[in-house]
């Protein structure tokens, strides 16, 4: 299976190809973009025909394109969402919807970790995974809401994404290992998010859709 993959759920557009024998090839930006004003825009397109160029592969080529669904920002979440239903029904592709807090997860190390993508207002979308298994579902947390629920934690775990980042001091003085800052684990991979998707369902591209996790800071009067 030769999958398209691409996330916007964060500050940085990320994209990858990955073919049916296994060789990757992604565009993902450096963990400095997260700190910087989102362009997905203007850089979620070209990132995809960049990868898909460097792969040597054409839409008719792939047999499903999978899309990082969030939780995340809410204008990155719909210019993903959107082009994945586009570009899927232009080529007749089925999309796979992928946990953008999932594919972080996979790209960390240890037995225990915590993705946590920054949602403003003082918190973070958060997830636990223990041993490649989810252990808490998605939820929009204040951070020490998270540091409450790490207690029982038999071990410490790893934290990556731009919500650690933010929230670093509070982390490391519970205990809890943050990557460096400079550390690609910061950054929802592309290439994890396509091969997370090797086991989701094909959906109609009408079917996908953001998972917000809250509502919106703007709503019609």
């Given at each position: 299976m030769t999958i398209l993959g691409f996330d916007t759920s964060t500050a940085a557009s990320t994209a990858a190809v990955?073919?049916?024998?296994?060789?990757?090839?992604?565009?993902s930006p450096p963990p400095e973009r997260l700190a910087e004003r989102p362009a997905h825009?203007?850089?979620l397109l070209p990132a995809i025909s960049d990868v898909m160029e460097r792969a040597d592969v054409g839409f008719g080529d792939l047999d499903a394109i999978a899309v990082g669904v969030g939780p995340g920002t809410?204008?990155?979440?719909?210019?993903?969402?959107?082009?994945?239903?586009?570009?899927?029904?232009?080529?007749?592709?089925?999309?796979?919807?992928?946990?953008?807090?999932?594919?972080?997860?996979?790209?960390?190390?240890?037995?225990?970790?915590?993705?946590?993508?920054?949602?403003?207002r003082g918190e973070?979308?958060?997830a636990l995974f223990e041993d490649g298994e989810e252990r808490w579902p998605p939820a929009v947390l204040a951070i020490d809401v998270v540091l409450e629920r790490l207690r029982d934690a038999a071990v410490s775990p790893l934290a990556g994404g731009d919500g650690s980042l933010r929230f670093r001091n509070e982390?490391?003085?519970?205990?809890?290992?943050?990557?460096?800052?400079?550390?690609?684990?910061?950054?929802?991979?592309?290439?994890?998010?396509?091969r997370r998707a090797l086991g989701a369902p094909d959906v109609a591209p009408e079917q996908v859709v953001p998972d917000y996790l809250r509502e919106p800071d703007a709503v019609p009067r």
């Amino acid at each position: 299976m030769t999958i398209l993959g691409f996330d916007t759920s964060t500050a940085a557009s990320t994209a990858a190809v990955l073919h049916t024998d296994g060789q990757l090839v992604e565009n993902s930006p450096p963990p400095e973009r997260l700190a910087e004003r989102p362009a997905h825009a203007s850089e979620l397109l070209p990132a995809i025909s960049d990868v898909m160029e460097r792969a040597d592969v054409g839409f008719g080529d792939l047999d499903a394109i999978a899309v990082g669904v969030g939780p995340g920002t809410f204008t990155g979440l719909r210019i993903g969402v959107a082009t994945a239903r586009a570009l899927a029904k232009a080529n007749e592709l089925p999309v796979r919807g992928v946990s953008s807090l999932a594919a972080l997860a996979a790209g960390m190390t240890g037995p225990l970790r915590l993705p946590l993508i920054d949602a403003k207002r003082g918190e973070v979308y958060a997830a636990l995974f223990e041993d490649g298994e989810e252990r808490w579902p998605p939820a929009v947390l204040a951070i020490d809401v998270v540091l409450e629920r790490l207690r029982d934690a038999a071990v410490s775990p790893l934290a990556g994404g731009d919500g650690s980042l933010r929230f670093r001091n509070e982390l490391e003085a519970a205990g809890v290992a943050v990557a460096p800052a400079d550390s690609p684990l910061h950054v929802v991979s592309a290439g994890h998010l396509c091969r997370r998707a090797l086991g989701a369902p094909d959906v109609a591209p009408e079917q996908v859709v953001p998972d917000y996790l809250r509502e919106p800071d703007a709503v019609p009067r």
